[in-house]
T-cell receptor, first 115, second 111 residues
């Protein structure tokens, strides 16, 4: 089985721009979660989608949004980029995050740098 | 809000030494996962523990889930440079529908 893929791997943007990141989960996985990882804050939960519906949301401003398509692929969008948005954005897929055993499989991440 | 505290935050040891990393919480989790992450890559799932008191072994790594399912430990025997990385624990909660991650332990094993 192919693993979780994320595109692009690296991205450089300037303040005020917007960005869209893409994630393709493992075949058969219906849950996709997004995390922001920075050296000082660890892994911060952004949101989780299951069957095209956002089920959970972390404490991030409305500039961060996402969606999931019928094939379980997911995108996240960040509008009006700020310097503090520079981070590694990770996507994780699982069969269903609402189960007792929530084993998540991560993609390699997208390294976003905001200048 | 469920929190997971990992200790130590940083650990630097010589090849061949043993070490233990801890993951503690005041909350009960339905299961707990351990991941290892290398720089610039995503975390890789190592193990899942589900039952209180459960012990799982993966070669030189031993994982234990606390009896009350609030804490876990990872013990590495005879560490090797290839064990270097960021070790993350994550607690799953059925009611929350998501996992809570600890801040991680950065392990460096020197040859």
């Amino acid at each position: 089985k192919a693993g979780v893929t994320q595109t692009p791997r690296y991205l450089i943007k300037t303040r005020g721009q917007q960005v869209t990141l893409s994630c393709s989960p493992i075949s058969g996985h219906r849950s996709v979660s997004w995390y922001q990882q920075t050296p000082g804050q660890g892994l911060q939960f952004l949101f989780e989608y299951f069957s095209e519906t956002q089920r959970n949301k972390g404490n991030f401003p409305g500039r961060f949004s996402g969606r999931q398509f019928s094939n379980s692929r997911s995108e996240m969008n960040v509008s009006t980029l700020e310097l503090g948005d520079s981070a590694l954005y990770l996507c994780a897929s699982s069969l269903d995050s609402g189960t007792r055993v929530n084993e998540q499989f991560f993609g390699p991440g997208t390294r976003l740098t905001v200048l | 809000t469920q929190l997971l505290e990992q200790s130590p935050q940083f650990l630097s040891i010589q090849e061949g030494e043993n070490l233990t990393v801890y993951c503690n919480s005041s909350s009960v989790f339905s299961s707990l996962q351990w991941y290892r992450q290398e720089p610039g890559e995503g975390p890789v799932l190592l193990v899942t523990v589900v039952t209180g008191g459960e012990v799982k072994k993966l070669k030189r790594l031993t994982f234990q889930f606390g009896d009350a399912r609030k804490d876990s430990s990872l013990h590495i025997t005879a560490a090797q440079p290839g064990d270097t990385g960021l070790y993350l624990c994550a607690g799953a909660n059925t009611n929350a529908g998501k996992s809570t991650f600890g801040d991680g332990t950065t392990l460096t094993v020197k040859p």
